[in-house]
């Protein structure tokens, strides 16, 4: 009878063990999942032309003819300087990771789902590209967001017990310091800058996803931008939204 009743007890308990356990790996494997999205279609732009006979020594980004820029920025709503900063941003992109493929439109995709294309809170972008103002992300405190201590010491975002995204194109400062690139050649790192902070998604991207013309790598790449399937639905959608608008290649 005590051999049986030991037996009934350790039964019991084995059954809750293994449903604990199941229900803790449901829990997990629904936090860890993700849609998997087909990459919206790419967007090519039209550049402007080299000067004939004109062979540069170095590959140098060509920036986007003025007609074409013109067109596609009152067909799209996004500001020109901006629109220049995504295509040179992609163009560059590809030619340093010639297996990347992606698109402008996806970097201006991004751009316009963190901060309306530097356009957030009432600013805009001067002819440099520069940020009239600075535009800076809530306090990462664990409030509605993930808890970021301190990065900087609140040198980029003025922040110095929380990280705070900052820029047209959000970076968090200790993202920012791996990441960052200098997209306008004058040897600083701005994250309010677009050249810069444009260069920096794109070629972050790129590094994350690996080839962004398949689905797996498109949905990557978002998905390490910002870990939500609602913001990978938005940036696709808008992406998609502007290649066809100004054409598409596929």
Known sequence: MLRLRRLLVFTVFAVCAVTALSFWALQR???????TLDPPPRSEA???????????AVNITRNAD?????????????????????????????QSSPGCGIGWNTVAAVGFVESHH?????????????????IVGPSLDGNGFAAIADTDGGALDGD???????GPMQFIPSTWEIAG????????????????????????????GGDLTTAHGWTGAIY??????????????????????TGAIG
């Open 29 to 35: 494997s629904g936090a860890d999942a993700r849609v």
């Open 46 to 56: 039209k550049l402007e032309t080299l000067s004939t006979g004109i062979t540069p």
């Open 66 to 94: 003025a007609e074409w820029l013109a067109q596609a920025a009152a067909q799209t709503g996004i500001p020109a300087r901006a629109l220049r900063a995504y295509v040179a941003a992609a163009g560059a992109a590809n």
């Open 118 to 134: 530097g356009s957030y809170g009432g600013g805009s972008l001067d002819s440099a590209g520069q940020a009239s103002g600075p």
């Open 160 to 166: 110095a017990r929380w990280d705070r995204a900052v």
């Open 181 to 208: 690139r200098d997209g306008n050649g004058d040897g600083v790192v701005d994250p309010f800058n677009i050249d810069d902070a444009a260069l920096s998604t794109a070629s972050y991207l790129c590094a994350r």
């Open 224 to 245: 390490s931008y910002n870990q939500s399937d609602a913001y990978l639905v938005q940036v696709r959608d808008q992406a998609t939204a502007y290649a066809g608008t």
